[in-house]
């Protein structure tokens, strides 16, 4: 009965190489997240759909897009993959005012 | 601008004792905040929210408190285990910027057998 789902769990890629990470939610919530966490910090907000609105944040690099194409899944595209990007990515969602329900987690390794 | 603040970053307990994780923030203006916990390599999950009208949450050994004028809440987990043993990170949703949460660095709790 897993609600926010994450595939793959562990992602491997080369310098460079485009990689698609996955996010589905069974939670039908109209606001969706991800978010980059790297060792020993708090996450940090890449961007957000609300419904289909994105919103970007300020500090979130180019190469990183996303992608929702429909209330349950959300993409997220790195075009192209620098050693620096190689961290956890959390997709988290949340109806209304209510709490923020995150994923396991997709732990990308650049090669 | 809201910052979040966890401290201690680190703390080992003997288990069976009960503990108190803090958590301040600089803003008062919330709309609500919200308890996670973290275990090595996982992703985050979510242990008690609390709306900014309300002063306390339970769940179990665990209850959070929030005292909004001094921007402080805090995570008493009662008759500590071994299986408690993960980072806890508390995050507030500002009250202007509904469609965020800022995230404290966490604390990481060692509950010694």
């Known amino acids: 009965d897993a609600m926010v789902i994450q595939n793959p769990r562990y992602q491997v890629t080369q310098f460079g190489k485009p990689v698609t990470l996955s996010c589905s939610q069974t939670?039908?919530?109209?606001?969706m997240y991800w978010y980059q966490q790297k060792s020993s910090q708090a996450p940090k907000l890449l961007f957000h759909?609300?419904?289909?609105?994105?919103?970007n944040e300020a500090d979130t690099p180019d190469n990183f897009q996303s992608r929702r194409p429909n209330t349950s899944f959300c993409f997220l595209d790195i075009r192209s993959p620098g050693l620096g990007d190689a961290a956890m990515y959390l997709c988290?969602?949340?109806?209304?005012?209510?709490?923020?329900?995150f994923g396991p987690g997709t732990r990308l390794t650049v090669l | 601008k809201q910052e979040v603040t966890q401290i201690p970053a680190a703390l080992s307990v003997p288990e069976g004792e009960n503990l108190v994780l803090n958590c301040s923030f600089t803003?008062?203006?919330?709309?609500?905040l919200q308890w996670f916990r973290q275990d090595p390599g996982k992703g985050l999950t979510s242990l008690l929210l609390?709306?900014?009208?309300?002063r306390e949450q339970t769940s179990g050994r665990l209850n959070a408190s929030l005292d909004k004028s001094s921007g402080r809440s805090t995570l008493y987990i009662a008759a500590s285990q071994p299986g408690d043993s993960a980072t806890y990170l508390c995050?507030?949703?500002?009250?202007?910027?509904?469609?965020?949460?800022?995230f404290g660095k966490g604390t990481r709790l060692h509950i010694l057998p």
């Open positions: 988290a969602t949340r109806a209304g005012g209510a709490e923020q329900f």
């Open positions: 939670l039908n919530h109209n606001v």
């Open positions: 759909y609300y419904d289909k609105d994105f919103n």
């Open positions: 803003d008062s203006a919330i709309y609500n």
């Open positions: 609390i709306q900014s009208s309300q």
């Open positions: 995050a507030v949703r500002p009250a202007d910027r509904d469609d965020k949460i800022i």
